[in-house]
């Protein structure tokens, strides 16, 4: 049930309809149930993995709630961390370190090693689920939030059905009181959820799918062999294409749950106008990127303990990172390659405080500097994202290798522009969102201007959507 499909407005719109005609109790229970049948609808067979996490976690986090006298309060603890991370690690990570562990043998001449008959199934957002499990677990420990009394409150904050698959990553803090308090129908709060709903489409039917033409054209080989010319098509394109894939599904997500009277955090705030990647990663899957700071690189020292352990938890950090994206060489690559530049930076341009980085380029920078490095980090990005786009590290290699050449043909023009025509106008709404700080486009323009703005939505769709082959990139974590 994709998020651009017919079959998930055919499954919201009656949801929504229903939900709002229950009290509170009744709705949670009611959004339980439906957001059961919609994970079942990928896959019924991991339901009862889903729900078994869940119940395990919400009996723990009973029995180690810093007022709860337990002396095996941590042993509890600990172990609902190794329990989430083995699951999550046995069904995300098996193949690959079985068949690199194979590899390796091969390479020292021990060969024909049978690989296990099972092959394990990734389930869909177990990635997503499992990271909102843990914050639950570590935050109830640290007594920063009280446990839930009731399973049926806390398994819809896990298994709420606009986040469920891909995130956003729910904090526990902000999304859990929701589900505990009673919602009110906001008329101006629902018409927003649609706004970010015709906005979440158009960046991944429009956006995300033409450009996803032209990178799948380059790193198939449809062009023919890599060049100077073909690398940056390929990056710029595949770039546009995980942006508008996710920052589309993103919208979605939280157009949907306003439409149920829920708040979801910014996911994306204009990404591709960051002037270093440590600004990127501050703009760039929010939920993800903070949840990384604040219970894994924070954990591990922080930038508390001098400039070499600093780079150390900034390299461990993101090369975790790359990990999580998915099991293969590519993925580590391109989080090493991101821990290695965040590390260099942060020796070059150290943040002194919160306050005073948040306005750091257009105080201290010209407006040509801070653009250079805008275009320079955005590179620096593409490059990167040439390892997470493509399917081995040598097809990586292999297309970078390309940079050396610089044969041009004129079929390049025509595909170069069809680049512009669907990432430009995205690019220039980021322009309008980073200069009025609002959440989707003319948002607080009066009702007949945002109304025509949907209907202009809807006929671009009809329009210029591009192919319906290409799911959500995200969905494969």
């Known amino acids: 049930m994709l998020f651009d499909s017919p079959a998930y407005f055919l499954f919201l719109i009656p949801v929504v309809v229903l939900y709002w005609r229950l009290n509170q109790r009744a709705q949670n229970t009611f959004l339980l149930v439906a957001s059961y049948f919609f994970y079942g609808w990928w896959d019924w067979r991991f339901l009862a993995l889903m729900i078994g996490s869940t119940t395990v976690d919400f009996l723990i986090a009973q029995k180690i709630t810093p007022d709860r006298a337990n002396p095996h309060r941590r042993k509890w603890f600990l172990f609902s961390l190794v329990l989430n991370f083995t699951i999550l690690g046995i069904f995300k990570y098996f193949d690959f370190f079985a068949g690199s562990f194979v590899g ?23 990635s997503f689920y499992t990271f909102q499990e843990v914050a639950y677990i570590v935050d109830v420990y640290k007594g920063r939030i009280p446990a839930s009394k009731s399973f049926f409150e806390y398994g819809l904050f896990i298994s709420l059905f606009p986040h469920l698959i891909a995130g956003p990553i729910q904090r526990p803090g902000h999304l859990l009181p929701q589900v505990q308090k009673p919602r009110v129908f906001d008329a101006d709060r629902f018409f927003d959820g649609l706004m970010l709903i015709f906005s979440g489409l158009v960046r991944k039917c429009v956006v995300a799918d033409n450009c996803a033409l032209l990178a799948n054209a380059v790193f198939g080989g449809q062009f023919g062999p890599s060049n100077f010319w073909l690398v940056l098509l390929g990056t710029y394109a595949f770039t546009w294409q995980v942006y508008g894939d996710f920052s589309g599904y993103s919208d979605i997500a939280r157009g949907s749950a306003q439409l149920l009277g829920f708040h979801f955090m910014v996911n994306f705030r204009q990404p591709f106008l960051a002037h270093r990647l440590q600004d990127f990663w501050r703009r760039w899957h929010i939920s993800l990127s903070t949840w990384l700071r604040d219970y894994l690189y924070i954990p591990l020292g922080g930038s508390a303990h001098g400039q070499w352990q600093t780079a150390r938890n900034l390299f461990i950090t993101m090369v975790l990172a790359g990990l999580w994206h998915g099991a293969n060489w590519t993925f580590i690559i391109f989080g090493a390659i991101h821990g290695v530049v965040l590390a260099v930076e942060r020796y070059f341009f150290p943040v002194k405080s919160k306050s005073a980085s948040a306005d750091l380029p257009q105080r201290s920078t010209g407006f040509f500097s801070l653009w250079g490095q805008r275009i320079l980090t955005f590179n620096i990005l593409g490059l990167s994202l040439a390892f997470f786009r493509a399917t081995s590290l040598h097809a990586a290699v292999q297309l970078l290798a390309g940079l050396s050449h610089f ?60 192919s319906n082959l290409n799911a959500f990139v995200y969905f494969q974590f």
């Open 104 to 126: 390796a043998l091969d390479n020292l001449g021990i060969h024909n090693i049978p690989l296990p008959l099972i092959r394990i199934i990734l389930p869909p957002g177990i």
């Open 407 to 466: 044969a041009w043909r004129s079929e390049y023009a025509s595909a170069f522009l069809m680049l512009c025509i669907f990432s430009v106008p995205l690019f220039l709404a980021d322009l309008l969102l980073e200069a009025s700080n609002q959440e989707y486009p003319f948002a607080t323009s009066p009702y007949a201007i945002r109304t025509a703005l949907a209907a202009a939505s809807l006929l671009v769709l009809a329009l210029f959507s591009g």
